[in-house]
C-alpha cells in the first residue's frame, strides 16, 4: 500500500505532510446532538431556577416545597415503571402462550 490516504507512514517511513492532516486550526461544526444537548439543560437550568424564586416568593415556600411540581417529581418514577411494563407485558404474554413448559 503506497496510498497517503490509507496508511499514517508510507512505505518509506516518512510521516506524510500536513497538509494532508487535518489542520489543528480547522473548526467542525456543531453537531445537532451537541445543540440539543445545550438547549435542554438551559431549559431545565431555567424551568428549576424560575420555578423556585416563583415557589419562593409568590407562595412564600421554603425547603421542599421550593420544588416546582414537585409531585411530579415524586410519582415520576411510578409512572415510568408503569409505562415499561405496560410495553412488555404484551411481549411476555406471547412467549408464555408459545406452549413451552415451565422447568
Request: net charge positive.
Amino acid at each position: 500500500m503506497t496510498s497517503s490516504h490509507c496508511c499514517l507512514h508510507d512505505y518509506t517511513g516518512i510521516p506524510p505532510t500536513t497538509s494532508s492532516r487535518r489542520r489543528a486550526s480547522e473548526k467542525t461544526p456543531i453537531s445537532i446532538g451537541t445543540i440539543l444537548s445545550i438547549s435542554f439543560f438551559l431549559v431545565l437550568i431555567t424551568y428549576v431556577a424560575g420555578g423556585v424564586c416563583f415557589m419562593r416568593y409568590h407562595h412564600n415556600a421554603t425547603g421542599r416545597d421550593l420544588v416546582p411540581n414537585l409531585e411530579l417529581w415524586t410519582m415520576l418514577p411510578g409512572l415510568i415503571k408503569g409505562g415499561v411494563l405496560f410495553v412488555i407485558q404484551p411481549c411476555r404474554r406471547r412467549l408464555e402462550s408459545r406452549g413451552y413448559e415451565q422447568m
